[in-house]
Each structure stands twice: as C-alpha cells, then as structure tokens.
C-alpha cells in the first residue's frame, strides 16, 4: 500500500479565508485525487490531477478551488475564498501499483467559522 | 455519471452473527467494485475489492460477491467481532490506464454487540 501524508491534519479557517491543503505520496504516482467527505456523509470526488494538469473534475470543484504540484512532490488543494460549507475532511488519494486499487491519506478536517 | 445505492444505512449485529451489506451501480461501464472501512475520524481503508471477470471473491472472514446483469455486489462479513464496528463504503469505478474515479455508496455504520 502506497504512503501518503496530510498536512495539516486539521485547519481551523474563518470564512473568506484562504486554505492550502497539502498531500505528499511517498512513491512515485501518475494521477493524483482530491475527494471530500462532509462529517456524516459519504466520500465524494473533487479532481483528478494528470501529468501537471486537471483530468476530470467534479461539479462541486467550482473556480474557488485549484489544484497544482508545485514542486513536484507535493500536490496541493487550495480554496480561495472558504464557505462555511466547504467545513469537511479533506482527502488525498493515488493509486495502487495494479492500476485498480486506490488508497487514500489519513485527511485533512477543514473546519470554517 | 455513476450512481452507488447502499443499504442499510445503520446495522447492528450481535458478535459472532453475520453482517450483509448490498449496494447497486447503475453505470454498466464499472467494472471495479472496492469496500473500504472507515472508522471514526480515520481515512476510508480498502478492505476487499471484486473485478467484474468474478462473481465471488472471499479473505478470512470477508467476502464479496458480484451480479453484473442485476448490478447488484454486496459485503458479508462472518463471525463478527467489536473491532468490525465501524462505517463500510461501497464504491465502484472504471479503471482505465492507471485512472479512475472512485464512486462511493452512502456508507452502512455497522455496530457489533458484545
């Protein structure tokens, strides 16, 4: 199972605010995901991050939200302008060496007041 | 897009008992069908997955099973103990070269009594 970390583990924003969220894969990975999980609710998919650019996004990725790998290792999420609805965990995933599996970082909890 | 019903929404199970929990796609493009488990405050984990080219797949106390034609794939889970107490997703996708968008079910909490 491939290692990815978070940071940080929690981000306690007020609204209007900007966040940057972090995920780091240890391995070396292709695609890259972003999915968002509102406390209670199922896992929802965000973007997915090819080759330095957005391969598929989702309606609730709307123009507050943007996606880079700055560095090359890092890959990051930013809201520019938090809502109070956009209080969720936030979740890094990349895949498995088999091209099915898809793993997942331990989340950042975005909390906006 | 894909859609992924889940049911039931809560669950609770005498330890030892056998939990089931079903789910249904409506996309017959998915071919790939993981479950994760989530506990409280923790990342979803794969647990099992089942490809299309099977019906059935089993790990200890874990199975899965698949009908395409109904697109129906369900979770069972035998002899169940306290630590199997948490939230499961289903999910399913169409991997293509490395790619995929994972769809999840609504999730199922699942309480095992001592």
Known sequence: ?113 | GENVEQHPSTLSVQEGDSAVIKCTYSDSASNYFPWYKQELGKRPQLIIDIRSNVGEKKDQRIAVTLNKTAKHFSLHITETQPEDSAVYFCAASNPQGGYQKVTFGTGTKLQVIP
Request: proline fraction near 4%; aromatic fraction near 14%; include cysteine.
């Open chain 1, 1 to 113: 199972e491939p290692e990815v970390t978070q940071t940080p583990s929690h981000q306690v924003t007020q609204m209007g605010q900007e966040v940057i969220l972090r995920c780091v894969p240890i391995s070396n990975h292709l695609y890259f995901y972003w999915y968002r999980q509102i406390l209670g609710q199922k896992v929802e998919f965000l973007v997915s991050f090819y080759n330095n650019e957005i391969s598929e996004k989702s309606e609730i990725f709307d123009d507050q939200f943007s996606v880079e790998r700055p560095d090359g290792s890092n890959f990051t999420l930013k809201i520019r302008s938090t809502k109070l609805e956009d209080s969720a965990m936030y979740f890094c995933a990349v895949g498995g060496a088999s091209g099915y599996e898809q793993y997942f970082g331990p989340g950042t909890r975005l909390t906006v007041t």
